[in-house]
């Protein structure tokens, strides 16, 4: 078990840190949600020969104890899922529902890669040559780098932890500094369940220093956060050759359409843009909406956000809780001082929320009468923050929400089956959604986007074989 300041672990063992990280309660300034020592480079490097050491001997365990063990970790997550609710809601600002939801969600990944572990794919083929059989196989890429974000901290790190320790792959995962708490836990629940010393491997610390390590070590990057910082990672690993997976950044397009049914259109366009407090990489950050229905859906959005609770993630009747730090607030603040300087309408929030407790609480803001060329439709904000973008019809507004760098995922409402099929085959977008918010997907089915969202082979469901294996191909004489 971690000690308070012991949440590194490293070949089997917890370990401390030089360098001692305070994180305060985002919903209670005042409160402290843990101290947590940092890893170093060296820690880094240790972890990685731990895991080379290990991976050979879990490379050829048995399918079924891989099975086992991750069996054993999705048990231990659903069993603990209060407590592990409340260590998120206490670091991160995630409401208790929020945190219960995305819990579950990663005790169903984990038990999903139990299955696939037994289900590891090859094929056996014929030969052009006489009595030549030809059989194609996968094996583990080896020491796999994983570097997870903050805002689902414990649903990202399954969906990438899961897979690789699967298919027999040793990991040294970074998680995101600004949630230590529940990594320590996922690192605990994985040492609990059985996972071989050495095999798995966490180190806490900045990006610069830690992820940069971790980058410089790894046989394979699998990273979600910054486009920014997804690019750095894709030239370093292209420099060293190595294989590379990027989920990043999203300026997501909710099209509405005038035959849509309004208040679908209203609670599709709130959940997508403010719940979770907009920390989503699928948020609805840009609603596209026609000549006809524009009027009533911005009306019925403002009245929608009066009716919000913003308020302590720990509370039952909080429905949005704070941003995660000062640093996420003071970046929603300056857009909305980039709207109003673009000459965007303000018709709801950008203040800072003064409630019982200091915390970094915003006001859900929404911007009407703007354009698709302003900054905050092109770039990603990620608070709860939306604008709404007016359009005569439905090929414009197509053309509107392919007008982005980024392409995650994109939703329509409609009534129009035509238009709904149109969308779906043309929308520049990893992920479609019909008369659903952009945000919210399933655990067992594959999770990407392209343009800027995206790099690599997909995450989650089946596929993420792809990434996490080798093919071989085996000739035989017989």
């Not at 001692?20 to 209670?28: D, G, H, K, T, V």
């Not at 969906?159 to 600004?178: D, T, Y």
């Amino acid at each position: 078990m971690a000690t308070a300041l012991a949440r590194n672990y490293i070949a089997g063992n917890w370990r401390g840190g030089a360098d001692i990280l305070e994180i305060r309660n985002p919903s209670n300034l005042d409160e402290s949600a843990g101290s947590y020592g940092m890893a170093s480079v060296a820690d880094v490097e240790e972890a990685f020969a731990a895991a080379r050491k290990a991976q050979p001997a879990w490379r050829n365990a048995t399918l079924e104890q891989r099975s086992v063990v991750l069996e054993k970790i999705a048990q231990a997550i659903f069993e603990r899922k209060d407590e592990l609710a409340n260590i998120m809601s206490l670091e991160g600002g995630k409401t208790i529902p929020d945190a219960l939801g995305e819990i579950v969600r990663a005790g169903n990944i984990a038990r999903f890669f139990a299955g696939e572990a037994l289900r590891l794919p090859g094929e056996k083929l014929g030969s052009v040559r006489p009595d030549v059989d030809v059989e194609i196989t996968r094996e583990p890429v080896g020491v796999v780098g994983l570097i997870t974000p903050w805002n689902f901290p414990i649903a990202v790190s399954l969906w990438k932890l899961a897979p690789a320790l699967a298919f027999g792959n040793a990991v040294v995962w970074k998680p995101s500094e600004k949630t230590p708490g529940i990594s320590a836990a996922i690192a605990e629940i994985a040492a609990t369940a059985g996972v071989p010393a050495g095999v798995f491997n966490m180190v806490i610390g900045n990006g610069p220093d830690i992820g940069a390590a971790v980058v410089e070590n790894a046989d394979a990057i699998s990273f979600t956060g910054s486009s920014a910082t997804g690019r750095r990672i894709a030239v370093r690993c292209a420099e060293r050759l190595i294989r590379v997976q990027l989920e990043m950044g999203g300026k997501n397009p909710l099209v509405v359409l005038d035959d849509a049914d309004l208040n679908l259109a209203v609670e599709l366009a709130v959940n997508g843009a403010y719940f979770q407090a907009g920390q989503r990489c699928t948020a609805s950050s840009r609603l596209i909406v026609t000549d006809g229905i524009h009027d009533r859906l911005v009306a019925g959005m403002v009245e929608r956000l009066r009716q919000i609770k913003v308020g302590n993630a720990a509370d039952p009747a909080t429905q949005i809780g704070p941003v995660i730090d000062e640093s996420q607030f003071d970046k929603v603040m300056s857009y909305v001082e980039v709207g109003r300087g673009e000459k965007a309408n303000l018709l709801a929030g950008g203040e800072k929320l003064k409630l019982a407790e200091r915390g970094w609480y915003v006001a859900p803001v929404l911007f009407a009468d703007s354009t698709n060329v302003q900054r905050i439709n092109r770039e990603e904000v990620f608070g709860p923050f939306a604008s709404v973008i007016r359009v005569r019809d439905y090929d414009e507004a197509l053309a509107v929400a392919n007008d982005t760098d980024y392409g995650l995922s994109a939703g329509i409402v409609t009534t129009s089956m035509k238009h709904a099929r149109h969308f779906r085959a043309n929308v520049e977008a990893g992920m479609t959604m019909l008369n659903l918010p952009t945000a919210g997907v399933d655990y067992h089915v594959p999770f990407g986007g392209r343009k800027n969202s995206s790099y690599g082979p997909r995450e989650q469901g089946r596929y993420a074989v792809e990434f996490y294996t080798m093919v071989k191909t085996s000739y035989l004489s017989v």
